[in-house]
Every structure is written in C-alpha cells, then in structure tokens.
T-cell receptor, first 115, second 110 residues
C-alpha cells in the first residue's frame, strides 16, 4: 500500500539554525499538509497546500515557516530560524482530492529537537 | 474553537473486552475521522464518518456519530494487546484541515 514517507526520522539542530523537513506524499494525491505534535500535547494543524500554493495556514505558521514542492514528488517544510519551542514531532500528510470527505494519510513523522 | 475532547483520557482493559472511546466537538463538521497512534509513530487512519451518517463499521471497529449532541464514539470489540495505542478523533469542517482532540490512551492487558 502506498505510504507517505518523511526524512529524517530525527533531526537535532542548534537554536537559530535553519531546518528543512522532507516529505514524499502518496503519488496521486493532490492535497498536502503539515501538522506538529509537541510532546504530550494535541496534534496541531500548520498548513495545507494545493496546486502549488498554500490553501490554509494556522496562526502557528508564522513568517519563520515556509513550504515548498520543489519537484513532482517532494514536499518540504522549512523553519528559518529555529526556536526551542519548535521542538516537536512534525507530521506530513496527503489526501487524494479536493473533496474533504477523504481521509488524510500520515507519515511516521520527523522528531525535531532544538538545542 | 472546533477542538473536541476525548474521554476517557486513559482506558485499561483486559484482552477480549470491548473498548469505547468518546469524542465531543463544538462546531459543525463535514466529517469526523478516527486515527490510531502507536508510541512514537505516525497517525494511522481508521474510519471516516460523514456528517450525514450515523454509524460505520470496519472489522472490529464501530463508529457512531450524533450530530445533535455533537459527539462520536469509537468501539473496539474483542480487543487485543496489539490494539494498545492512543486513539484520536479529528474533525474536518469547511476546509480540509483536521482539528484533533486530546486522545484516549488505550492499554489492553494480555
């Protein structure tokens, strides 16, 4: 069964450094998402992406964050200048269609640790 | 806020017993989805129930939705040790984003 894959599984970065998290969504999916889960807390929506542009973003997704689909397969989340509070699991997800009655398929996540 | 809450926060049962988890929400939804998360892993989609549906089944899973009470429940029948995980409901409204609840940590004792 096709899967969403995320790399790396664990990223350790110094505060203030830039980090790029990578995702390969399921190949025929059109909607892409990033979520994060701070340890012990809820999964929170960050951003959705469709047709090469952001379709919705949360208030967490400030100017330090950006997303990109640099080619036909990858979907990346960049954090420009990391802060301690960016430490979390970051999940990428994809769904097949515009119809919101479609499940989102999640990757295994990248654990981001900011020192 | 659309955020819902699950209860109980934690549930411990014996293998073979049924487990019921509940989810409440505050605003209107297009659908409600249930996910499972094993420790340190990603979210696995279990069932999606649309706002015009009242009940759905998938194997040992049964989900109900009561839009008048703004609540949903997930029933796992004949539980197994492998069902041990956190279970989350997630609501989808007018946009595609999912709003997750707080989750129920289920422990199934062998």
């Amino acid at each position: 069964e096709p899967e969403v894959t995320q790399t790396p599984s664990h990223q350790v970065t110094q505060m203030g450094q830039e980090v790029i998290l990578r995702c390969v969504p399921i190949s025929n999916h059109l909607y892409f998402y990033w979520y994060r889960q701070i340890l012990g807390q809820k999964v929170e929506f960050l951003v959705s992406f469709y047709n090469n542009e952001i379709s919705e973003k949360s208030e967490i997704f400030d100017d330090q964050f950006s997303v990109e689909r640099p080619d036909g397969s990858n979907f990346t989340l960049k954090i420009r200048s990391t802060k301690l509070e960016d430490s979390a699991m970051y999940f990428c997800a994809s769904s097949p269609a515009l119809n919101s009655n479609q499940p989102q398929h999640f990757g295994d996540g990248t654990r981001l640790s900011i020192l | 806020s659309q955020q819902g809450e699950e209860d109980p926060q934690a549930l411990s049962i014996q293998e073979g017993e049924n487990a019921t988890m509940n989810c409440s929400y505050k605003t209107s939804i297009n659908n409600l989805q249930w996910y499972r998360q094993n420790s340190g892993r990603g979210l696995v989609h279990l069932i999606l129930i649309r706002s015009n549906e009242r009940e759905k089944h998938s194997g040992r899973l049964r989900v109900t939705l009561d839009t008048s009470k703004k609540s949903s429940s997930l029933l796992i029948t004949a539980s197994r040790a492998a069902d041990t995980a956190s279970y989350f409901c997630a609501k989808s409204g007018a946009t595609n984003k999912l709003i997750f609840g707080t989750g129920t940590l289920l422990a199934v004792q062998p």
